[in-house]
């Protein structure tokens, strides 16, 4: 599977989201949801495309799988919603650590059709995330 991904701003946002076609598997609400497409993900959240029977605050575990010729990788993330709607959940990352902060970044670079302009991004957050796990 090919994904394709693309830097877009909102400056009401913290992070850049970037648009992906990937796909995860999502466990929430006592519901279990495979092969998920994604809307869009950003280094703190994630938008995921469907019909879900959850609400604002719920927790779950997002089964976020890599793309392209990194399709075998996957990570596991502990996640909460943010906001529903008729085309899907915005949920928020719970897993503020190094691995997945790493595994994020690996996903948009990997995809993205600018590497070097997404990386950039990743400079002010990394030393956010580092100062973090301090």
Not at 45 to 56: L, Q, S
Not at 73 to 94: F, I
């Given at each position: 599977m090919v994904t394709y991904v693309e830097k877009f701003r909102n400056d009401n946002r913290k992070y850049t989201r970037f648009h992906s076609n990937s796909s995860a598997d999502l466990y929430i609400a006592a519901h279990d949801y495979e092969q998920c497409q994604l809307k869009?993900?950003?280094?703190?959240?994630?938008?995921?495309?469907?019909?879900?029977?959850?609400?604002?605050?719920?927790?779950?575990?997002?089964d976020l799988h890599g793309?392209?010729?990194?399709?075998?990788?996957?990570?596991?993330?502990?996640?909460?919603?943010?906001?529903?709607?008729?085309?899907?959940?915005?949920?928020?990352?719970?897993?503020n650590n190094e691995e997945t902060h790493v595994f994020l970044q690996t996903m948009v670079l990997y995809c993205s059709?600018?590497?070097?302009?997404?990386?950039?991004?990743?400079?002010?957050?990394?030393?956010?995330?580092?100062?973090?796990?301090?």
């Open positions: 869009d993900l950003s280094m703190s959240g994630i938008f995921v495309r469907g019909k879900f029977v959850c609400k604002t605050q719920d927790s779950g575990v997002l793309a392209g010729e990194h399709y075998g990788l996957s990570m596991k993330l502990r996640v909460t919603v943010r906001r529903t709607s008729n085309d899907g959940v915005a949920l928020e990352l719970q897993d059709n600018d590497p070097f302009a997404a990386a950039q991004e990743f400079v002010d957050v990394s030393s956010e995330v580092w100062s973090m796990l301090q």
